[in-house]
C-alpha cells in the first residue's frame, strides 16, 4: 500500500436483517486499491463509489471501462469483474457487497440491469453513503441502514437531474428512508432550506401526493417487500415500520393495494 494511504474494513458480514445485510464495507484514502485479480464474482451486489482518482473497469469479455471521480461502480451478483488503478496508481473509494430483498426490487424494477461503472448524478450526495459504510450501526438501526442504502442506490442510478430536481429528489428520499416515520415535515422542510407551505405545496404538484402520503405510500411499499420475502408476521412487519400494531398495517394495506396482507403474501408466492 503507498505510504500516506489507507485501506480499511468498515464493515464485515453484518447480521441479516429483513431488508438484507452488509456483506463488506470498506475504505480506500489515497491508495492503490487491493482487489483480487484477473476477474472474479462476490455474491452479492457491489457498490462502488470512487470519490478521487481515476481507474478502469474490466467487464467478463474483458472490455474495459474508464472510471474518473467523481464516479459509481455497481456490480451485479455473480457478475464476473475486476476494478482498480493501474500499478502504482491511487485512489480513494467507499465500497460495500450488499444482498437481500431490498436490492433485489431494484433488479427486479428495472433499476440496475447491467454492471460496470457510471458518473455520479448531480445531487447524490457522496457524504451520504460514507456515513452509512462508516460503522456498523447498533442492532436496532441495522434495518433502517439497509433501506437507506438502498434509497440511495436507488437515486444514484438516476439519470442525471438538475439542482431544483435533485433538492425534490432528496425530499422524496429523506422521506422514502423514514420507516419508523419519526421526521416531521417542518424538519424536512427545514433540511431543503424551503419555506413549509411552499415545501407541501410543490412536493405535491411533483409527487401527485402530499409528503406525509408519499411517505406512507413508502412504508406500505416496505411491508410488501417484507411480504415477500421474509415469514415475518404481520405484527412484526408492523413494528419494524412503525405501525401501531397489525390491524392498523392490515387497514392501510388493503386500501393502497386492493387485499390484505395475508391475500397479498399468498398470491405472491403463488405466481
Known amino acids: 500500500m503507498t505510504t500516506g ?8 458480514d453484518q447480521a441479516p436483517t429483513p431488508f438484507g445485510r452488509v456483506l463488506l464495507a470498506g475504505e480506500v484514502s ?9 476477474l472474479h464474482a462476490l455474491p452479492g451486489t ?3 463509489l470512487v470519490t478521487a482518482g481515476c481507474g478502469f473497469y474490466r467487464h467478463a469479455d474483458l472490455r474495459t471501462d474508464p472510471i474518473v471521480a467523481p464516479s459509481l461502480t455497481v456490480v451485479l451478483p455473480g457478475e464476473r469483474h475486476w476494478y482498480g488503478t493501474r500499478p502504482g496508481e491511487r485512489w480513494s473509494e467507499w ?5 437481500g430483498p431490498a436490492f433485489d426490487l431494484l433488479r427486479e424494477t428495472g433499476r440496475l440491469t447491467w454492471s460496470g461503472p457510471r458518473p455520479l448524478p448531480r445531487g447524490v450526495s457522496p457524504a451520504d453513503l460514507a456515513l452509512l459504510l462508516r460503522a456498523a450501526p447498533p442492532r436496532a438501526g441495522a434495518e433502517s441502514q439497509i433501506w437507506a442504502l438502498a434509497s440511495w442506490l436507488s437515486g444514484a442510478l438516476a439519470p442525471p437531474v438538475d439542482d431544483e430536481t435533485a433538492r425534490w429528489e432528496r425530499a422524496a428520499r429523506l422521506l422514502g428512508e423514514d420507516l419508523p416515520a ?4 417542518r424538519q424536512v422542510a ?4 424551503l419555506e413549509y407551505d411552499r415545501f407541501r405545496r410543490v412536493f405535491r404538484e411533483r409527487y401527485g401526493r402530499s409528503p406525509l402520503a408519499f411517505r406512507n405510500d413508502r412504508r406500505l411499499e416496505a411491508a410488501a417487500t417484507l411480504l415477500r420475502a421474509t415469514n415475518l408476521t404481520c405484527r412484526e412487519i408492523a413494528r419494524r415500520i412503525g405501525f401501531s400494531d397489525e390491524f392498523h398495517l392490515s387497514r ?11 391475500a397479498y403474501r399468498t398470491g405472491s408466492t403463488s405466481t
Open 5 to 12: 494511504g489507507y485501506q480499511r474494513i468498515t464493515m464485515s
Open 30 to 38: 489515497d491508495a492503490e486499491p487491493l482487489v483480487p485479480g484477473p
Open 46 to 48: 457491489v457498490i462502488s
Open 95 to 99: 465500497f460495500a457487497v450488499v444482498e
Open 182 to 185: 419519526r421526521l416531521e415535515m
Open 190 to 193: 427545514f433540511e431543503l432550506d
Open 252 to 262: 392501510r394495506f388493503r386500501s393502497r393495494y386492493g387485499v390484505s396482507p395475508t
